[in-house]
């Protein structure tokens, strides 16, 4: 496990720095096009090969395994993603279009890791009260009234197909729903054992809708290009999840092998 946070760790460290030095013009585009496809692929996928394991660890009939194997299976369909984007991009060579067989993997992505966040949730919320209640009523409410003059309603008014104007929504949703857990996460969790392990991932949570509200904004504006600084977020989005599921796995591992103490009699 050690060894594929280091990976890890070099790998992002790697990919965003070269991300940052590439020139925008075309002369660099295929650099770009490679460090895109090389970085959101093998990041999501060696996170989600250290959550699987970490799932594994905790078992998944427990919540903290099943919402660990979510979040890693929901890495791993935007991996696939990015493969079939970096496909159109170096193979076919034309505009990808939207939607694409990449967004398969990209919306999966969404239900996965809002599957995840919801049972992390699950975790952290052990009695429902009234203090609770107004939590899970009110973040979401908060969220969506900000959000929704800046995306939502600019998607949907976009004089586009049925089809694109549901996806559109339906990403901006799946963002809604992203920031909404990890504040809940985050909240529920102060003061407890497991808020520092645990805000981690929130806060990967947090830095993908970033990404993603980002990447809606530059792309619908024309300044988006493939290895900008937009998905230097989403490679520190990714990296953060990744690293969170290892940091809560070794937080859950050094607990379970602390000696319990007894009374002597």
Known sequence: M????????????????????????????????????????????????????????????SLF????????????????GTIIFFYYNVF???EIPYPSLADVGFSLTIIFINIGAFLFLKTVIKKFDFLNFIKLLIVPILVFIFVF??????????????????????????????????????????????????????????????????????AS?????TSCWVDVVYCLAFFTLGYGMYYFYKKGKETMSQPVSRKVK
């Open 65 to 80: 395994g099943k919402a660990i194997l979510f979040i890693s299976l929901g890495m791993i369909t935007y991996g696939i």
């Open 149 to 218: 003059p800046f995306f939502v309603y600019e998607k949907i008014m976009e004089e586009v197909p049925l089809f694109t104007k549901i996806l559109n929504v339906y990403y901006v949703i799946g963002d809604i729903l992203f920031l909404s857990f990890a504040i809940l996460i985050i909240l529920s969790s102060y003061g407890s054992l497991l808020f520092r392990s645990i805000s981690i991932i929130a806060i990967g949570f947090i830095i993908q809708t970033i990404a993603d509200f980002s990447f809606t904004y530059t």
């Open 2 to 61: 050690d060894k594929k946070i280091i990976v890890l760790i070099l790998l992002t460290a790697i990919i965003i720095i070269g991300m940052l030095l590439t020139p925008s013009d075309e002369n660099y585009a295929l650099l770009r096009y490679v460090l895109n496809g090389v970085g959101l692929t093998l990041i999501p996928f060696i996170g989600a090969w250290i959550g699987i394991e970490a799932s594994k660890f905790f078992g998944l009939k």
């Open 221 to 225: 504006i024309g300044t988006y290009y």
């Open 92 to 94: 076919l060579q034309t």
